[in-house]
């Protein structure tokens, strides 16, 4: 306790900095229209699913396409030298608008003066004004310089101490809030059942009971103080073939259902993360991020999950690079669509796969041509922005998007 003491002190010291640049803002924008000052969707008294329906009723097909893809805080700060680029956040922020991520070895101030300048766009300068998702990594310990360093998941699931690991969690979301972070790529719920795995210390063992209530603690200590947990990676992710990452694995619904998901039915429906991640391997021939059986039948149909599913870094360029199921070449934001863009996101978004991560193609551009053309309906983009909107509203963006000082 005196290291997160210490910690706690530290970061406090700093806060009346970062507060003056938050609260010094970019002014009014195209959020402030007068037109929208009332809408329904900016009231926190109405329902969130009656706020969700005003609000994507309001969005164009643009602008639900940009939700559906994440962002980088890069696009607008020199990581190595730390200037501004002002024209790389609108542009990122125009069309890469849910969520950026800020998992860089930057200092403190400049993480939470560029995290400020990013929300604010998102709110001040955009039509809707709709908050942004801030994003990092946080399996034992929030990713920055001189944040406090727990024991690895496999280690501190070694205490079998629920009651400890939500309080390890509880200060992780501490020190994340103040900074400007609102969502931790955090916990996992893989099994370490293949020891040649490089990332068995990453997982909480092998025991699904185990993973699973050790996850639930994770997310409740993370999701008090209103920092979203992302549960990873789904499904069945600890097993692969040769024990190389991203491998493929080999066995059927049987084994998937008694062995593999308990851990993340766990961290699902008693855990309440606000948002998953999904996999990189396959799982009995079939790619874990367009796969509709566990996407869609499990998780949405069997265990009732409302929020969003994303994919990890690249997740969905593999479609066409790894697993041949789309073809190549896929190109880059700002150049022209290709087939196999378009063929990327017609296999993972119709199959759950809700948003795209960075470290890819952006496949998920290709959205409003697909939907003008006739050939991905509009209902199925309206159904991902719902999720991610129904995450955002739980977490409490629209109403503080910043991060507090309380708990310091």
Not at 145 to 152: C, E, I, R
Not at 325 to 349: F, R
Not at 384 to 390: E, I, K, N, Q, Y
Request: charged content about 20%; some cysteine.
């Amino acid at each position: 306790m005196v290291a997160f003491k210490s910690l706690a002190v530290s970061l406090a010291s700093t806060l009346p900095l970062v507060t003056a640049q938050w609260d010094h803002g970019h002014g009014k924008g195209h959020a402030s229209d007068s037109s929208l000052a009332n809408a329904p969707y900016k009231d926190p008294s109405v329902p969130i699913e009656d706020r969700i329906t005003d609000l994507l009723g309001r969005m164009t097909i643009e602008e639900k396409a940009a939700q559906l893809m994440q962002g980088d805080i890069s696009n607008w700060l020199n990581t190595t030298s730390g200037a501004f680029n002002e024209t790389g956040l609108a542009v990122n922020l125009d069309q890469k608008a849910g969520m950026f991520y800020v998992g860089y070895p930057i200092s403190w101030d400049w993480l939470a003066t560029n995290v400020k300048r990013g929300q604010d766009y998102a709110v001040n300068e955009t039509r809707l004004g709709i908050p942004t998702i801030v994003q990092t990594e946080g399996i034992h310990g929030f990713l920055i310089g001189n944040a406090t360093l727990f024991n690895s998941p496999i280690g501190y699931a070694c205490t079998f101490n629920r009651t400890q690991t939500r309080l390890m969690a509880e200060q992780i979301a501490r020190e994340a809030k103040a900074l400007g972070v609102n969502q931790l790529f955090a916990p996992l719920a893989d099994l370490a059942r293949e020891l040649r795995f490089g990332r068995v210390e990453e997982t909480f063992g092998e025991d699904g009971y185990l993973a699973g209530e050790t996850a639930k603690s994770y997310i409740h200590g993370l999701q008090s103080l209103n920092v979203s947990a992302m549960l990873k990676h789904y499904a069945a992710f600890g097993d692969p073939d040769q024990g190389l990452n991203t491998g493929p694995q080999h066995f059927g619904e049987r084994a998937l259902r008694t062995t593999w998901l308990p851990s993340y039915h766990k961290a699902v429906t008693e855990g309440g993360a606000w948002a998953i991640m999904s996999a990189y391997h396959s799982q009995d021939g079939v790619p874990a991020v367009s796969d509709h059986f566990t996407l869609t039948e499990i998780l949405r149909e069997e265990w009732g999950y409302e929020f969003f599913v994303m994919s990890d870094a690249g997740g969905t360029d593999r479609l066409a690079k790894n697993f041949y199921v789309c073809p190549l070449p896929l190109n880059d934001y700002n150049s022209p669509i290709t087939e196999g863009n378009e063929c990327v996101a017609m296999n993972a978004l119709p199959a759950g796969g809700d948003v795209e991560m960075g470290g890819g193609s952006f496949n998920y551009r290709s959205i409003p041509e697909l939907v003008a053309s006739g050939r991905l309906s509009e209902d199925t983009v309206n159904t991902a922005v719902t999720r991610l909107l129904r995450s955002k509203f739980t977490m409490g963006l629209f109403e503080n998007p910043y991060p507090r000082r309380s708990g310091f």
